[in-house]
């Protein structure tokens, strides 16, 4: 299982980037799948994900403003971020529990400037 994150980069506050994760070698559909963000000096903490199904959850500082969607047939998940906050920043990183198995995507840095 491999997954590929990116999208990152440096945007001004109140703008837009959109982090995609390309999974192989498992489908997207039966798993659950998240994304998570890493601020220097803080822990990693869960920014959105799909549980099982289609249902989807948010952290709450990014309620609002963070999308998460995927494409089955490209086996490929999305994070659309509007409204960006130099809080935001961080290093993104997507996840996906196959059974008991993790497996981490290698992150994608996102830098907002204020």
């Known amino acids: 299982v491999q997954l590929q994150a990116s999208g990152g980069g440096l945007v001004q506050a109140g703008g837009s980037l959109r982090l995609s994760c390309v999974a192989s070698g498992i489908s997207f559909r039966l798993n659950v799948m998240r994304w998570y963000r890493q601020a220097p000096g803080n822990q990693r903490e869960l920014v959105a994900g799909f549980t099982h199904g289609d249902r989807t959850d948010y952290a709450d500082s990014v309620k609002g403003r963070f999308t998460i969607s995927r494409d089955n047939v490209r086996n490929t998940m999305y994070l659309q971020m509007n409204s960006l906050k130099p809080e935001d920043t961080g290093v993104y990183f997507c996840?996906?529990?196959?059974?008991?198995?993790?497996?981490w995507g290698q992150g994608t840095e996102v830098t907002v400037s204020s």
């Open positions: 996840y996906v529990l196959v059974s008991v198995h993790e497996f």
